[in-house]
């Protein structure tokens, strides 16, 4: 495995790993996650292809600068880290947060260097209008009221012994999720300053990509769980939107959760290879 950083515009060193040869493929984690939590998808998908995982600024092991965290610079991370490591024609697999960092890429460049995309688990906006109707709440899958969302970034911001954290990660897991994959996760979960992770919730809940989503044309392979924290509704909608796309959801009983890629790898490996294979 090789391990390296890399260093953005404005100074700051993105921690990467990288494993195997072929076409490329970019893991982009979530918010207050970390590159580590793809494990199991470095180790197999790499049989057949460069995988290539990185940790966003103030998460894992990257630096933890007292700036950039917005949604959009975490963007412009991505592409000059594709720019850097020279790479074309990649399929990127967001999850979580890391669909709104390809989203904001999208948004922003275009789908320049992008073939394909794998979005896991990740509502079109969290937080919803209490204007819109019953149809359009369960269409984006929100997760917040504007109330909630307020409240919980500041309860984030002051969460110095993590168990903000450690509440919110065991909302993302499934009950019957083993109790040393929990540890884990909370251990990766809280490498994050509280006050970035706070900054960061603020910018990323209060945005909606769904005019970005609706003009998606790359080949898309949407990935969603019944049992997840995120409503089970917001991953076919966002299929429903992108031509072509193809939707899988897993089921409670299948570690169905918002990280059903630790839960069950065995079934969500499958899935990326034979959509990498098509």
């Known amino acids: 495995m090789i391990q390296g950083k890399f260093a953005t515009s404005d100074g700051v060193g993105l921690h990467y790993v990288e494993r195997g040869t072929g076409s490329p493929l970019l893991l982009v984690h979530g918010w207050c996650q970390t590159s580590e939590q793809f494990s ?12 290539i995982a990185y940790d ?10 007292d700036h950039g965290y917005r949604v959009h610079r975490l ?15 990649v399929t990127v697999l967001g999850h979580s947060m890391g669909c709104a960092v390809i989203w904001a890429h999208l948004d922003l460049f275009g789908p320049d ?22 149809a359009e709440k369960a269409a984006t899958g929100a997760l917040f009221t504007p109330d909630g969302a307020m409240t919980l970034c500041n309860s ?21 999720c083993p109790d040393d994959i ?3 996760m909370m251990a990766c979960n809280r490498r994050m300053n509280p006050r970035h992770a706070a900054e960061l919730m ?35 909608w966002v299929a429903s939107q992108i031509p072509g796309s193809h939707l ?4 409670a009983v299948e570690g169905g959760s918002h990280f059903m890629f630790a839960e069950n790898p065995s079934k969500f490996n499958r899935l990326v290879r034979e959509f990498l294979q098509s």
């Open 156 to 176: 984030l911001a002051q969460d110095e012994d993590g168990t903000v954290r450690d509440s919110l990660m065991r909302s993302m897991l499934s009950p019957q």
């Open 113 to 134: 260097r992008f073939s394909r995309l794998i979005l896991v688990d990740e509502p079109p906006c969290l937080t919803l209008n209490e204007q819109w109707g019953d």
């Open 248 to 251: 899988e959801m897993f089921a």
């Open 202 to 236: 603020r910018n990323h809940a209060n945005l909606d990509w769904r005019d970005v989503i609706s003009r998606i044309r790359l080949p898309t392979l949407a990935i969603g769980a019944h049992a997840s924290l995120a409503p089970a509704t917001c991953m076919p």
């Open 182 to 184: 929990r540890t884990w």
């Open 56 to 65: 966003h600024r103030g998460h894992g092991f990257s630096d933890r600068p």
């Open 75 to 89: 963007a412009a991370d991505l592409r000059e880290f594709l720019v850097d490591r020279e790479l074309r024609d």
């Open 40 to 51: 199991h998808q470095l180790n197999a998908l790499s049989e057949t292809h460069r995988v």
